[in-house]
């Protein structure tokens, strides 16, 4: 039997989920009900318009000059290719004034990467060998570039700004394991301090 669950409830109720269904149709409507041919052609017109307004810009673009981005044939070491300053390409390894490596080891960026694609090895720095200012230096340092998302936490995560977001975008291959970048090709080249000074 179909009935309600409440206890008090009358015994022929209908229950609250079949009410919530009817529909009142007030009586003014179903003596004048509105003509279809009206809200058909407000809907033509509506289309007219908008397909009008379209074509207006279409023809407006057709006269502006042109511009595109010559890459890969256009000038400089970018060949053409233009990028907002926050563009998240390939990372960069920095050093510091000294040249020495800013990353200490301390593994939060692999921590914060939620594609598990950092590989850090630390070791100790020694008076006799020192990579970076601190206790410990990444020997190893690997990103898959596989599974990277080009998501900036580890950036974020880096208490010494050792790591960072370069423009770097040409890294198609089609050899998975060429993906896999290593320290060596993340590393600023201390060439490229003494350049600057
Ligand atoms: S950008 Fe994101 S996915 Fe790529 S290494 Fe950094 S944290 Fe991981
Ligand atoms: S890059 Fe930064 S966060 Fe990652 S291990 Fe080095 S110092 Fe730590």
């Known amino acids: 039997m179909l009935g ?29 009900p509105r003509p279809s041919s009206y809200t ?18 279409t023809f407006r673009e057709i006269f502006e000059p042109t511009q595109v981005e010559n ?34 080891a301390c593994y939060l960026c692999a921590a914060a990467c939620p594609s598990n694609c950092i590989y850090i090895e630390a070791a100790e720095n020694t008076d006799a060998v020192r990579i970076s200012s601190s206790e410990r230096y990444a020997k190893v340092y690997n990103i898959d570039y596989n599974r990277c998302i080009f998501c900036g936490y580890c950036v974020e995560a880096c208490p010494t700004d050792a790591i960072t977001h370069g423009h770097g975008f040409e890294l198609a ?25």
């Open 4 to 32: 309600c669950c409440c206890p008090e409830a009358e015994p022929n109720a209908i229950p609250r989920l079949i009410q919530a269904e009817i529909v009142v149709i007030p009586d003014r409507m179903m003596k004048h």
């Open 40 to 57: 058909g052609s407000m809907s033509i017109v509506g289309n007219i318009s908008a397909i009008a307004k379209g074509m207006s810009i």
């Open 71 to 104: 890459y890969p044939d256009g000038p400089g070491p970018m060949r053409g290719a233009k990028f907002q300053p926050r563009f998240r390409g390939a990372h960069v390894l920095q050093r510091d004034e000294n040249g020495m490596e800013k990353c200490v």
């Open 173 to 197: 291959t089609l050899n998975a394991t060429n993906l896999v970048m290593r320290k060596e090709d993340m590393l600023v080249p201390v060439q490229a301090l003494t350049a600057g000074r």
